[in-house]
């Protein structure tokens, strides 16, 4: 019998091992139960999320992929060129080693992309951290940063764009998640999988050691109190390898000799091996003794649990891997024949002669879905009215002043320069928009296609009201390319949740894909690849509900390339949206809300139709070249929207309008569907016609120096050394 | 006219050398994988960017070691022209083949941005620009920041061979336009010689306008103009 504390390490519990019983008909022994642990775990085996992934639209005219079913999502851009892309967390490892777990969790996305035949060309990221103000919070918000930097910067691929959110309740669970987005040709690209009986498995690269072992059982799938213990589950990154994995790969990835590719992520060569011989539809012998180890006396349980870094499985036809060989010694890289896929539907795995397990693969790889629409029923949103200070209504400039000088000393607010220049946003010299945008633009040489892509999320929304902040989660990350004037085409996403065997946890995840259901549907598009990262709880209480969205746009080269800067004194401004001013509920979920009253509260709104009908002027706008500059207003509020687009050019605005009483909600509410844009007073006339259908007004002009508006004004140098002065605390 | 662009395991910037010459300018490039014997007749030799042999050790130290180096250090000891980039400029100091040292920049940071650099326009690799231009160049370094002792930096600054310095867009170099803490804020210096030049910034990555900047194209056809003209 099984102990308690066996099943526990990885992360079993006793009704899944009575599962296991049934379907092998016998108890298992060690080895194989390591590899049901590791199969069955959240991060491989998606067993609480499988039902709702299920649920979502994943393909689209563009996509080449199903969801799923290959290591990331496949786009056509057209001219026979494919965009991979997918999102990875590692939270719990960078909690852990800030520093390795940030590098490894690059590595990993970067493997991916490249397992597709695709040449990695964009990086982005998403981080959450709590505030600075524990020495332990700096050290992980700084080790994660440089973890990115010092891996992602050796590989020559761009880190384009993200963001960095801090917020209390990330204390002892940062999240880490990142972007990879790939180029491979249409017709080219790689899949997952063995051919036929008799094609050879081969590992790459890294030699196999004891790092990581429990990585994805362990760390990815428990709660958090219990893992700062596991300092031998973090593995540690060697760039330089990847870099040159990535090379190797992509030179053998148009060989004839090499049926499929596959990266050796969570659970190792189990996880990579397995789910192989599952896409082929075939079995498989591996023998363990053929694996290069760091240590001589590894044992096979821990061979194939290994999550050392920087190692690739190909598949490739039989006798035919001398002119792979070639190539990877050309590079430098270790490579051994480990096994052979079979007929049958068995994995045996040898250690040498002797034969040490023979299991089924459709055992290993169907673990248990769970339906969470039951327990989620016992969990209601708590509801709360929106409470508003009356000094928030009473207008009073040097009220207003204290408020607004206050709030720049948010982490949140300020510009993320000091982040980002940190990574390398010039290499493969196709960069047209820098970080530090709504969203970053990229050319695809040889091509007429622009791509945008932004990474982003808003976990107050998604605390106060899931379904809604899903929606608007998905809106936001379509904003963001539409300001830019691309079409957005496909989604990742990024799921960081709580426990989802919690009633709390199990309604904030149904509830998210409800709202990203309703959100596909209205911009008709699909999320073609995503990561779910579940049991982030620490101290007794879980993240903020927090999934995060990666999301790619197109756009034909001829179009004259906007930010949100202001570019001319001068220019009319405009604003596109219901009211200029926002509604009673927009501080609900704001960072005013939260910096000030200390509470995230209210209620959240979002129109998805008048916000697909908004992106879609203001694209046109953009594709009929009549607009300078656009931005929407969000984190922050309009106030926020106006300095960030007066202050790459040094300009001022000069509204003809008063703000009300409310001036709280006014300057600061964070209502949805609302776009800044900068335009010629020449144009003003296309401009009406174009925008006839939708509300929009204009409210003023560029100005040469500060903020004001017909009651108030702000000395702008004074904002926009507060903007630009950095964080709190250096990271 | 062929240029050679060096390729060791962890370059990156040889594609982007590569589109620079090539494809923006129409001059032949080839590489120079670091395992081959010989140059295969390039007449101007590229050391590009990246992390050559993952920088291990200090940067640019192992790849000063790699064979395909001995064939450069004849080639260039011989008078062949060779322009060093970021981890190449780092590689031609580990050589001595350029005098001088790049430590870690001095916020110990990676750096990544756009930064002006004054040209001193009177090399074979800057004649075609104007005396003090202001260029904007990228930089991407986190181990730029150049030192030598004070005779070496003496003899650099009275032999007018410090050819780019950092400086603001209106081209003042002192301390505050300096982005990693390199003496007089210098951001590229040439040999005795004259056919040696070593820079931090990366003029392959401003190569045309659309991606921010084409001001370092100027670089590879003022080397190549000089070589045309002198046969």
Redesign the interface.
């Known amino acids: 019998m099984v102990k308690e504390e066996t099943l526990k390490e990885l992360a079993l519990s006793r009704s899944e091992y009575n599962l296991i019983l049934d379907k092998l008909d016998r108890e298992p022994n060690d080895l194989e139960l390591g590899l049901f642990g590791a199969l069955w775990s959240e991060h491989c085996g998606y067993k609480h999320t499988k039902k709702l992934l299920r649920s979502i639209k994943s393909t689209s005219e563009f996509t080449l992929t199903e969801a799923g079913a290959e290591n990331a999502g496949a786009v056509n851009i057209g001219s026979n060129k494919a965009i991979v892309m997918k999102i990875e967390s590692h939270n719990h490892p960078s909690a852990v080693e800030p520093y390795e777990g940030a590098a490894t969790g690059v590595g990993g996305i970067v493997r991916d992309i490249f397992a597709m035949g695709a040449r990695p060309i964009a990086l982005l990221n998403s981080l959450r951290f709590s505030n600075l103000e524990s020495d332990r919070n700096v050290q992980i918000a700084k080790g994660v940063i440089?973890g990115i930097?010092?891996y992602g910067?050796?590989?020559?691929i761009p880190n384009i764009g993200g963001e960095c959110f801090f917020d209390e309740s990330y204390e002892s669970n940062p999240l880490v998640n990142a972007m990879c987005v790939g180029l491979v040709d249409a017709d080219k690209i790689l899949s997952a999988k063995a051919d036929r009986p008799g094609d050879l498995l081969i590992i790459i690269g890294a030699e196999t050691g004891r790092d990581g072992i429990h990585g994805a059982s362990g760390l990815a799938s428990q709660n958090f109190e219990e893992t700062i213990e596991l300092r031998s589950a973090v593995q540690v990154g060697?760039?330089?390898?990847e870099?040159?994995l990535i090379e190797a790969c992509l030179e053998i990835s148009n060989f004839n000799e090499l049926v499929g590719m596959q990266d050796c992520g969570a659970a190792g060569i189990t996880s990579a091996a397995i789910e192989m011989a599952e896409r082929s539809e075939l079995g498989l012998k591996i023998d363990v003794s053929k694996v290069p180890v760091k240590e001589d006396s590894m044992t096979p349980y821990e061979i194939m649990l290994s999550e050392s870094q920087e190692r690739m499985l190909i598949a490739v036809k039989k006798n035919q891997h001398q002119r792979i060989f070639d190539i990877l010694e050309?590079?430098?890289l270790k490579c051994s024949i480990i096994g052979e896929f079979i007929e049958g539907n068995e994995v045996q795995i040898f250690d040498g002669e002797k034969i040490i397990s023979q299991t089924s693969i459709e055992a290993l790889t169907s673990p248990p879905e769970y339906d969470l629409s039951l327990l989620s029923k016992g969990y209601k949103n708590k509801k709360n009215k929106i409470k508003i200070k009356e000094e928030y209504k009473n207008f009073d400039k040097k009220i207003i002043n204290k408020y607004l000088f206050e709030i720049l000393g948010s982490n949140n607010l300020i510009s993320k320069e000091s982040i980002?220049?940190?990574?390398?946003?010039?290499?493969?010299?196709?960069?047209?928009v820098?970080p530090g945008s709504d969203a970053a633009v990229i050319?695809i040489?040889g091509t007429d296609k622009y791509l945008i892509f932004s990474c982003d999320g808003n976990s107050r929304f998604s605390l106060i009201n899931p379904d809604v902040g899903a929606q608007i989660n998905i809106a936001e990350a379509c904003r963001n390319i539409s300001v830019l004037g691309g079409e957005p085409i496909s989604l990742t996403d990024g799921l960081n949740f709580g426990d989802p065997t919690k009633p709390k946890g199990a309604h904030e995840l149904i509830e998210t894909f409800k709202g990203f259901n309703k959100a596909c549907k209205v911009f008709e598009i699909p999320i073609i690849s995503g990561n779910a990262s579940l049991f982030n709880e620490g101290h007794n209480s879980s993240i903020n509900p927090t999934p995060i969205i990666g999301a790619m746009g197109i756009m034909n080269n001829k179009t004259k390339?906007i930010n949100k800067n202001f570019m001319n004194e001068g220019d009319y401004i405009g604003v596109i949206g219901k009211s200029l001013w926002g509604t009673e509920n927009g501080l609900s979920g704001s960072e005013f809300q939260s910096f000030f009253d200390k509470t995230i509260s209210g209620e959240i709104n979002i129109n998805l139709d008048f916000e697909e009908k908004i992106q879609k002027n203001i694209r046109n706008l953009i594709k009929n070249n009549l607009i300078n500059s656009a931005t929407d207003i969000s984190l922050g509020g309009l106030i926020m929207g106006l300095i960030k687009s007066c202050e790459k050019n040094n300009l001022g605005v000069n509204i003809d309008k008063s703000i009300p009483n409310n001036w709280a909600g006014a300057l600061f509410g964070e209502d949805q569907s609302r776009i800044i844009f900068s335009f010629d007073p020449k144009n003003e006339k296309l401009i009406k016609e174009s925008l006839s259908n939708v509300d929009w007004e204009k409210i003023g002009l560029v100005s040469k120096e500060n903020i004001k508006f017909e009651n108030i004004f702000f000395e702008s140098d004074d904002l926009f050394l507060r903007y630009n002065k950095g964080f709190s605390t250096d990271i | 006219m062929k240029i050679g662009i060096a390729v060791f395991?962890?370059t990156?910037?040889e594609?982007?050398t590569h589109?620079?010459t090539q494809d923006v300018l129409g001059i032949t490039s080839e590489y120079i994988w670091h395992?081959d014997q010989n140059l295969n007749n390039v007449d101007f030799i590229i050391l590009p960017g990246?992390?050559s042999?993952?920088?291990?050790l200090r940067t640019g130290a192992i790849a000063s070691f790699s064979p395909i180096m001995e064939k450069i250090k004849e080639f260039a000891n011989s008078g062949g022209p060779v322009l060093g980039i970021c981890n190449g400029f780092q590689i031609l100091c580990e050589s001595n083949l350029l005098p001088g040292i790049l430590i870690r920049n001095k916020t110990l940071?990676?750096?990544?941005?756009n930064s002006n650099l004054k040209v001193n326009n009177n090399s074979k690799f800057t004649n075609l620009y104007k005396k003090d231009q202001i260029i904007k160049i990228?930089i991407?370094h986190?181990e730029g920041n150049y030192q030598a002792d004070k005779n070496t930096i003496n003899k650099l600054e009275e032999e007018n061979r410090v050819i780019f310095r950092y400086s603001s867009r209106s081209g003042d170099t002192s301390e505050q336009y300096n982005p990693n803490g390199s003496i007089n804020n210098i951001a590229g210096i040439i040999n005795d010689a004259g056919n040696i030049l070593g820079m931090m910034p990366?003029p392959?990555?401003a190569?045309?306008k659309?991606?921010?900047s084409d001001d370092g194209l100027g670089i590879f056809s003022s080397i190549i103009s000089s070589m045309v003209k002198n046969g």
């Open positions: 440089e930097s010092g910067n050796c590989l020559g060697n760039p330089f390898l870099k040159l050309k590079w430098d980002y220049r940190k990574y390398d946003h010039h290499v493969q010299t196709n960069t047209v820098e050319r040489k390339i | 395991p962890g990156w910037s594609t982007d589109y620079a395992k990246g992390f042999y993952g920088d291990y940071s990676f750096v990544c941005k990228p991407s986190g990366h392959e990555k190569c045309e659309i991606i921010g």
